[in-house]
């Protein structure tokens, strides 16, 4: 039973492209994120989801829409995809912000 | 503003050796919650522990112990007697009030054990 899930694992696309990454919970926790891993391995908060309201959106591009269909639901949306994108991207979920966060297993795009 | 910092980009140890992880954090919020996760080269975040800033305990846990210092801003990581197994990215964490359920994390530090 995987606690939080994303699909796909490894997804290459070319530039200009737009793709999705779903992630699924099924821990009941009300708040999840979205983080992104570059090259150097430095992570870092993209979105926060509390109760499918957007609570933290950091400088991110437009291109990236996060969606939230239900609580347990934190899609990523990248429209026009460039080489820049290219990283992991985690999933998390936490019931709230002082307890742990739960990772996905991480979505490696690669942007050819 | 939050930041973390782990001054150690790559260790490097032989088996059976100790090793300390540093990790040192900025903060203006008196009450924050200190994290500890482990990055093996299979790529999943691993959660260690969580330490909040009214408790400054020490915390052992089999070969891990953790060392939280409000006085010089500072929550080292020591695994003691090594083992291959522990090589993996290691990730310094924190969450304050003031800035909701973000994670800010530090550089990461890269644990290498050879046997």
């Known amino acids: 039973d995987t606690a939080v899930s994303q699909t796909p694992k490894y997804l290459v696309t070319q530039m200009g492209n737009d793709k999705s990454i779903k992630c699924e919970q099924n821990?009941?926790?009300?708040?999840m994120y979205w983080y992104k891993q570059d090259s150097k391995k430095f992570l870092k908060i993209m979105f926060s989801?509390?109760?499918?309201?957007?609570?933290i959106n950091e400088t991110v591009p437009n291109r990236f829409s996060p969606k939230s269909p239900d609580k347990a639901h934190l899609n990523l949306h990248i429209n026009s995809l460039e080489l820049g994108d290219s990283a992991v991207y985690f999933c998390?979920?936490?019931?709230?912000?002082?307890?742990?966060?739960?990772f996905g297993q991480g979505t490696r795009l690669t942007v050819v | 503003a939050q930041k973390v910092t782990q001054a150690q980009t790559e260790i490097s140890v032989v088996e059976k050796e100790d090793v300390t992880l540093d990790c040192v954090y900025e903060t203006r919020d008196t009450t924050y919650y200190l994290f500890w996760y482990k990055q093996p080269p299979s790529g999943e975040l691993v959660f260690l522990i969580r330490?909040?800033?009214?408790?400054?305990q020490n915390e052992i846990s089999g070969r891990y112990s953790w060392n939280f210092q409000k006085s010089t801003s500072s929550f080292n990581f020591t695994i003691t007697a090594s083992q291959v197994v522990d090589s993996a990215v290691y990730f310094c964490a924190l969450s304050e009030e003031a800035s909701g359920s973000r994670l800010t994390f530090g550089e990461g530090t890269q644990l290498t054990v050879n046997p």
């Open positions: 998390a979920s936490s019931q709230v912000w002082t307890s742990k966060a739960f």
């Open positions: 989801y509390n109760n499918k309201e957007l609570i």
């Open positions: 330490r909040n800033s009214f408790d400054e």
């Open positions: 821990l009941g926790h009300d708040t």
